[in-house]
């Protein structure tokens, strides 16, 4: 069962960073690593970026 939990977490905390994380809504400020660094998969998944 925790392997689920634990799957879960992951997968929403990916999705987040893949998906939502704009960078202007950032859980990390103004700070645009992330969003640079999965700019590129967000855009071949089909999520605007832009």
Do not use: N
């Amino acid at each position: 069962m925790f392997w689920l939990v634990g799957t879960a977490i992951f997968a929403l905390a990916a999705y987040y960073f893949i998906g939502v994380d704009q960078g202007a809504v950032s859980v990390f400020g103004k700070d645009m690593h992330v969003h640079e660094f999965v700019h590129d998969a967000r855009h071949f998944l089909g999520f605007p970026c832009h």
